[in-house]
T-cell receptor, first 111, second 112 residues
Framework: GQNIDQPTEMTATEGAIVQINCTYQ??????LFWYQQHAGEAPTFLSY????GLEEKGRFSSFLSRSKGYSYLLLKELQMKDSASYLC????????????FGAGTQVVVTP | EPEVTQTPSHQVTQMGQEVILRCVPI?????FYWYRQILGQKVEFLVS????????KSEIFDDQFSVERPDGSNFTLKIRSTKLEDSAMYFC??????????FGPGTRLTVT
């Protein structure tokens, strides 16, 4: 089975940086994915990591350490529209793409 | 930019009735998925579909559920006899490679 943990909520100020951590325990691993979900909407793909290291995509970066079962999503230059839930999801080695999602981290951006 | 579409956006049905949720995946994608999200809870995997057959399913996906790709564009989820606990948002997703998955806007199913 898989266990995915991330903080429930984080608050940050507009223009600041926020780091959302995700730890996972899986029987096999073939990728860690980050999605953004605004209330009442579908998850939107942000990034994924298969190998260790940092992937940068504009204001968003994602880091992975497979040996530690750890990832983080870094959001820079926060904007009000970044207020959303951020979902960490893991793909197992023996799957056809099945994603196991964490419960999500609600990020609240304040003026 | 191509996107996954789903219909209807909201479906209300009575317990015991059959519902069919429809999805049109992105046209060059080969992998298709259904997920659901009960209000306030995490997104849960239901089933994956590749090469015209189910490739993986979760324990939620019991005999009451079925999927079909009736033509080259549509991908459907059928629930044969709905229960109150089937009330949720149902998301269809598609992927070109089995990695990046793109979600549709969802169908909100309400079972009364």
């Amino acid at each position: 089975g898989q266990n995915i943990d991330q903080p429930t909520e984080m608050t940050a100020t507009e223009g600041a940086i926020v780091q959302i951590n995700c730890t996972y325990q899986t029987s096999g691993f073939n990728g860690l994915f980050w999605y953004q979900q605004h209330a009442g909407e579908a998850p939107t793909f942000l990034s994924y990591n298969v190998l260790d290291g940092l992937e940068e995509k504009g204001r968003f970066s994602s880091f992975l350490s497979r040996s530690k079962g750890y990832s983080y999503l870094l959001l820079k230059e926060l904007q009000m529209k970044d207020s959303a839930s951020y979902l960490c999801a893991v793909r197992a080695t023996d799957s056809w793409g099945k994603l196991q999602f964490g419960a999500g981290t609600q990020v609240v951006v304040t003026p | 930019e191509p996107e996954v579409t789903q219909t209807p956006s909201h479906q209300v049905t009575q317990m015991g009735q059959e519902v069919i949720l429809r999805c049109v995946p992105i046209s060059n994608h080969l992998y298709f998925y259904w997920y659901r999200q009960i209000l306030g809870q995490k997104v849960e995997f239901l089933v994956s579909f590749y090469n015209n057959e189910i490739s993986e399913k979760s324990e939620i996906f019991d005999d009451q559920f079925s999927v079909e790709r009736p033509d080259g564009s549509n991908f459907t989820l059928k629930i044969r006899s709905t229960k109150l606990e089937d009330s949720a948002m149902y998301f269809c997703a598609s992927s070109e490679s089995g990695y990046e998955q793109y979600f549709g806007p969802g169908t909100r199913l309400t079972v009364t």
